[in-house]
């Protein structure tokens, strides 16, 4: 992928900042000891990590440092948002190619408890019911389901073993 890194003089020397266009919502470049290491988008539906990132913001309504300050206690790493300081002098920007990955999705595994079937989250409501259409209970299927299909093969049989669903929702995965 192409990304915009600026120079900049600061008073810690020069410094190289990944920045990503504006219009990138839901997504943020991570630091590891003032390195760009990873790319985090909550919308690549195709990263088990990104996806869980996406399930922990909605889920419990933390905001993505919160993350990475749990990250950064839980591992002892030093996972930031940006490498260089607010003041500075902007030296150059160009454009390079870099493959930045997501995050290890051993660091995010505790949150997988936040994951909910539908049929857990709202059990007293039908399958066929418009709830599930929009508003809430369709942010439950699409948050569920988005999880579930960045899973490989084996990963979602254990998943399905571990959501079963009721007789209700027996189609489910089908």
Do not use: Q
Request: hydrophobic share 35%; charged share 30%.
């Amino acid at each position: 992928m192409k990304y915009r890194t600026n120079k900049y003089l600061t008073l810690k020397g020069k410094i190289e900042e990944i920045s990503l266009p504006d219009s990138a919502y839901g997504e943020w470049i991570v630091y590891e000891n003032d390195e760009p290491k990873f790319h985090v988008n909550i919308f690549n539906y195709e990263s088990k990590s990104d996806c869980l990132v996406n399930v922990i913001m909605t889920e419990s309504k933390s905001e993505f440092k919160s993350i990475l300050k749990d990250i950064n206690e839980r591992f002892k790493r030093n996972l930031t948002l940006s490498s260089k300081t607010n003041f500075g002098i902007k030296l150059n920007s160009k454009l390079i190619e870099s493959e930045l990955g997501s995050l290890p999705f051993e660091w995010l595994e505790y949150y997988t408890e936040l994951i909910k079937a539908p049929w857990e989250k709202y059990p007293d409501i039908n399958p066929n019911d418009m709830f599930w259409r929009m508003g809430k209970g369709e942010d439950a299927i699409s948050i569920f389901a988005r999880y579930y299909n960045s899973l490989n093969r084996t990963e979602k049989n254990e998943f399905e073993k571990e959501f079963k669903p009721t007789a209700e929702w027996a189609d489910f995965y089908e």
